[in-house]
């Protein structure tokens, strides 16, 4: 089965602070995205990469950014954080894009 | 533009009573439609591809079809473990352009 695994179940930081957000995938999979998903807006895409090294802006990527150094693990980087960036965040991979994701168990961000 | 759009956002049986989900789409060019559940606190979790109209994939109490414009997720006879949100997410046009998903259906079904 493919496993996707996030660093941290919940993770409370302050506004102002840089958060790092890790995903790890055990299967080799080309493609990589981190979504936040908020009630009432359902599943937003924030960043994706095809490639190592690669990374292209989903719908919301300001206030972000990513990593992606080698091909299993892709990071998800806030700034600076803020209020408003308080969501679950979820990291899926795929083996390409006709293929589905799969997610990881999400990580749920309290910015206080 | 690209939409997905589910109904009901929520819908609440009693156990035994079946119904349907429906996930309608409008793409500019539909390469495969993806079905998931959610459980609260966890990640979605991969269900079902369908790829053409006319195409049904089953799964216990679960049987999701595909037409041109819509899909459905059909659940006979549910269960109170299949109380969850599902899902659905289209991709679009050929490349590697990112799933396009819908809100969801909020499931609850009761004892």
């Known amino acids: 089965d493919v496993k996707v695994t996030q660093s941290s179940r919940y993770l409370v930081k302050r506004t102002g602070e840089k958060v790092f957000l890790e995903c790890v995938q055990d299967?080799?999979?080309?493609?990589m995205f981190w979504y936040r998903q908020d009630p009432g807006l359902g599943l937003r895409l924030i960043y994706f990469?095809?490639?190592?090294?690669?990374?292209e802006k989903g719908d919301i990527p300001e206030g972000y950014s990513v990593s992606r150094e080698k091909k299993e693990r892709f990071s998800l980087i806030l700034e600076s954080a803020s209020t408003n960036q308080t969501s679950m965040y979820l990291c899926a991979s795929s083996v390409d894009s006709n293929q589905p994701q799969h997610f990881g168990d999400g990580t749920r961000l309290s910015i206080l | 533009e690209d939409q997905v759009t589910q109904s009901p956002e929520a819908l609440r049986l009693q156990e035994g009573e079946s119904s349907s989900l429906n996930c309608s789409y409008t793409v500019s060019g539909l390469r495969g439609l993806f079905w998931y559940r959610q459980d609260p606190g966890k990640g979605p979790e991969f269900l079902f591809t369908l790829y053409s109209a006319g195409e049904e994939k089953e799964k216990e109490r679960l049987k999701a079809t595909l037409t041109k414009k819509e899909s459905f997720l059909h659940i006979t006879a549910p269960k109170p473990e299949d109380s969850a949100t599902y899902l659905c997410a289209v991709q679009v046009r050929s490349g590697n352009t990112p799933l396009v998903f819908g809100k969801g259906t909020r499931l609850s079904v009761i004892a």
């Open positions: 299967m080799d999979h080309e493609n």
């Open positions: 990469s095809y490639d190592v090294k690669m990374k």
